[in-house]
């Protein structure tokens, strides 16, 4: 089964930016389209973002659409997200996912973003 260790979270003013990473295991990790959730307090996990095998295709829930980037690097099994004009409303645990055999497989423990007014 695959690990994935996420990183990249901290605290950041409104308007700022985080880099979020998500270190994978396994040989298979470039056959896997990858993604990104989240989950606020007090609020079921939601999907943020995702992207293709190959990084040709990518998807976005609207909130986040024009200002988060999800890309990836197949040679270094890492995903990342790129998360610009932060708002308080991003603050959550962000998660990296893995779509495994038609399901989402979230392994890691995630991290925090926490955006301050």
């Known amino acids: 089964q695959v690990q994935l260790v996420e990183s990249g979270g901290g605290l950041v003013q409104a308007g700022g930016s985080l880099r979020l990473s998500c270190a994978a295991s396994?040989?298979?990790?470039?056959?896997?389209?990858m993604g990104w959730f989240r989950q606020a307090p007090g609020k079921e996990r939601e999907f943020v973002a995702s992207?293709?095998?190959?990084?040709?295709?990518?998807y976005y829930v609207d909130s986040v659409k024009g200002r988060f980037t999800i890309s990836r690097d197949n040679a270094k099994n890492t995903v990342y997200l790129q998360m610009n004009s932060l708002n308080p409303e991003d603050t959550a645990v962000y998660y990296c996912?893995?779509?495994?055999?038609?399901?989402?497989?979230?392994g890691g423990q995630g991290t925090q973003v926490t955006v301050s007014s």
């Open positions: 996912a893995a779509y495994i055999t038609s399901s989402w497989y979230q």
């Open positions: 992207i293709s095998w190959s990084g040709g295709m990518t």
């Open positions: 396994g040989r298979t990790f470039s056959s896997y389209r």
